[in-house]
């Protein structure tokens, strides 16, 4: 990409950039010290990418030194019968002295027309910038549901399995992929087997104000799964010391005890719009971000 100034270049991440990317991005966000992002990188390492697409993001190269930096974790997704491109941005910090070059970062980013981008944890000052840009909203906030709730009676014929396991029933072999991979990258991954099939989820640990445990879903085939398996998930997460768990919504999720929170959006441009219960391959589940 042609240079905004003679100093100054955007180009994709590589190898030998990973150390000084990991400082700008512990002095752009202060709560994960740069060894945190030495270990992220080392995820996308082994994170297979679709050809043509970076391994790391792009970055703003000033005389060697990083100083510009958005992640993007790319991964073929299934999508109207086949496979298409999906890339998560996350992690984009410019420092302050060269804020003025950020769009040069973003728009090389977004620069490939057949790739959809999502945006899962956009700051609030950050959405009419999005907006702006062509990112339309997935959803608008969150339902926190207690499964225990909706665990007391029924589910005795839906079995929970390990998700490292393969399933005695049917199932898509691609979810075991899903299930497989997200494991290795530190989430919890279950089957809910049925005498017919086998119905997969994937969720991250996390915090509410860092002590508060609660389950995020990170993948599952539909949301309907989950409210027909809610309560043996229930009993398995509840095992796990997590209560609660966090879905994407728009609106309270029926047959679900819990509360709905709006003000939670998440973003996408592309052709493809994600649905509802997959951020598979975005930073909460690679990076655990």
Same mark, same amino acid.
């Not at 974790?73 to 410019?94: E, F, H, K, Q």
């Not at 728009?250 to 997959?278: T, V």
């Given at each position: 990409?042609?240079? /905004?100034?003679?100093?100054?270049?955007?180009?994709?991440?590589?190898?030998?950039?990973? %150390?000084? $990317?990991?400082?700008?991005?512990?002095?752009?966000?202060?709560?994960?010290?740069?060894? +945190?992002? &030495?270990?992220?990188?080392?995820?996308? !390492? *082994?994170?297979?990418?679709?050809?043509?697409?970076?391994?790391?993001?792009?970055?703003?190269?000033?005389?060697?030194? /990083?100083? =510009?930096?958005?992640?993007?974790?790319?991964?073929?997704?299934? /999508?109207?019968?086949?496979?298409?491109? *999906?890339?998560?941005?996350?992690?984009?910090?410019?420092?302050?002295?060269? !804020?003025?070059?950020?769009?040069?970062?973003?728009?090389?980013? &977004?620069?490939?027309?057949?790739?959809? +981008?999502?945006?899962?944890?956009?700051? *609030?000052?950050?959405?009419?910038?999005?907006?702006?840009?062509?990112?339309?909203?997935?959803?608008?906030?969150?339902?926190?549901?207690?499964?225990?709730?909706?665990?007391?009676?029924?589910?005795?014929?839906?079995?929970?399995?390990?998700?490292?396991?393969?399933?005695? $029933?049917?199932?898509? @072999? !691609?979810?075991?992929?899903?299930?497989? %991979?997200? @494991?290795?990258?530190? #989430?919890?991954? +279950?089957?809910?087997?049925?005498?017919?099939?086998?119905?997969?989820?994937? +969720? !991250?640990?996390?915090?509410?104000?860092?002590?508060?445990?609660?389950?995020?879903?990170?993948?599952?085939?539909?949301?309907?799964?989950? $409210?027909? #398996?809610?309560?043996?998930?229930?009993?398995?997460? @509840?095992?796990?010391? &997590?209560?609660?768990?966090?879905?994407?919504?728009?609106?309270?999720?029926?047959?679900? @005890?819990?509360?709905?929170?709006?003000?939670?959006?998440?973003?996408?441009?592309?052709?493809?719009?994600?649905?509802?219960?997959?951020?598979?391959?975005? %930073?909460?589940?690679? &990076? =655990?971000?």
């Amino acid at each position: 990409m042609a240079s /905004a100034a003679p100093s100054l270049r955007c180009r994709q991440i590589e190898e030998a950039d990973l %150390e000084s $990317v990991a400082s700008l991005l512990a002095q752009g966000f202060p709560t994960r010290n740069r060894q +945190f992002w &030495l270990g992220a990188f080392a995820e996308l !390492r *082994r994170h297979a990418v679709p050809p043509g697409l970076p391994r790391y993001g792009y970055m703003l190269d000033s005389n060697g030194r /990083a100083v =510009g930096a958005v992640l993007l974790i790319c991964t073929l997704v299934r /999508a109207d019968g086949g496979d298409a491109p *999906r890339c998560n941005l996350s992690s984009w910090y410019v420092d302050p002295a060269f !804020r003025a070059f950020a769009p040069m970062l973003v728009s090389r980013a &977004l620069r490939p027309k057949d790739v959809t +981008f999502i945006n899962v944890s956009p700051a *609030r000052h950050t959405w009419p910038i999005l907006e702006a840009q062509g990112f339309s909203r997935i959803c608008d906030g969150a339902f926190f549901a207690i499964p225990l709730l909706n665990g007391w009676f029924g589910g005795s014929k839906i079995k929970v399995l390990d998700g490292r396991q393969k399933p005695q $029933v049917s199932f898509e @072999a !691609r979810d075991q992929e899903i299930l497989s %991979e997200h @494991a290795a990258h530190g #989430c919890i991954t +279950f089957w809910c087997a049925t005498a017919e099939r086998a119905y997969p989820f994937v +969720f !991250r640990r996390r915090f509410v104000r860092g002590f508060v445990p609660y389950a995020q879903l990170i993948y599952c085939s539909d949301v309907t799964d989950f $409210v027909r #398996c809610v309560g043996p998930l229930g009993w398995a997460l @509840a095992r796990r010391g &997590l209560p609660f768990v966090m879905i994407d919504a728009n609106a309270p999720i029926p047959d679900l @005890a819990g509360w709905y929170s709006p003000g939670m959006p998440k973003y996408f441009k592309g052709p493809q719009r994600p649905r509802l219960g997959d951020i598979a391959y975005t %930073e909460y589940g690679v &990076l =655990g971000v």
